[in-house]
T-cell receptor
Framework: KNEVEQSPQNLTAQEGEFITINCSYS?????LHWLQQHPGGGIVSLFM???GKKKHGRLIATINIQEKHSSLHITASHPRDSAVYIC???????????FGKGTHLIIQP | DGGITQSPKYLFRKEGQNVTLSCEQN?????MYWYRQDPGQGLRLIYY???????QKGDIAEGYSVSREKKESFPLTVTSAQKNPTAFYLC???????????????FGPGTRLTVL
């Protein structure tokens, strides 16, 4: 079993829909990251969380440390949000990140 | 503009040849990382370096080597001992805080290596 599991693996939605991507992890962590990867391969960091909730524009990320679970929400989704969204954790006491396999999101006009 | 550069974007090599991937950052970050991405799998850590002249193996270091002679540069050599070198390679960096790299990681654009 992977240390970081994401769901769903693939998600297709219509423009304007509210999107939720889930991430569960099985190890102790010091931080959780949400990343966005576009078709060209470049990765952009969206959020780094250790507790609670963060919001940036139409993106919201939450984390529940007790349940070892995080969610990424996209409100009023748009075709330009189409990308692979990756959850990654920094294990407690370790360097480098452990990554989920990603969620491939397609927003149709 | 500050950022991380990786070159080249696409690289082709014959089987049995060593190849070095470049990673340069001008963010004044202490910590640098190399990750590998394969289709259907999450990124995996190859090597990381917290300070100049020091580096540590990650989860899949076999068949790879690195150096950290300058703060700005962290080149990765894919040796002929790496059994499946064809992959997408990403370099990242972060500020190091209190002896541990706890901060946001910034990623380069990646190098897609194909071994023929």
């Amino acid at each position: 079993k992977n240390e970081v599991e994401q769901s769903p693996q693939n998600l297709t939605a219509q423009e304007g829909e509210f999107i939720t991507i889930n991430c569960s992890y099985s190890v102790g962590i010091s931080a959780l990251h949400w990343l966005q990867q576009h078709p060209g391969g470049g990765i952009v960091s969206l959020f780094m969380l250790s507790s609670g909730k963060k919001k940036h524009g139409r993106l919201i990320a939450t984390i529940n440390i007790q349940e070892k679970h995080s969610s990424l929400h996209i409100t009023a989704s748009h075709p330009r949000d189409s990308a692979v969204y990756i959850c990654a954790v920094r294990r407690g006491g370790a360097d480098g990140l452990t990554f989920g396999k990603g969620t491939h999101l397609i927003i149709q006009p | 503009d500050g950022g991380i550069t990786q070159s080249p974007k696409y690289l082709f090599r014959k089987e049995g040849q060593n190849v070095t991937l470049s990673c340069e950052q001008n963010l004044n970050h202490d910590a640098m990382y190399w990750y590998r991405q394969d289709p259907g799998q999450g990124l995996r850590l190859i090597y990381y370096s917290q300070i100049v002249n020091d580096f540590q193996k990650g989860d899949i270091a076999e068949g790879y080597s690195v150096s950290r002679e300058k703060k700005e540069s962290f080149p990765l050599t894919v040796t002929s001992a790496q059994k499946n070198p064809t992959a997408f390679y990403l370099c990242a960096s972060s500020i190091e805080t209190s002896g541990r790299a706890r901060d946001e990681q910034f990623f380069g654009p990646g190098t897609r290596l194909t071994v023929l």
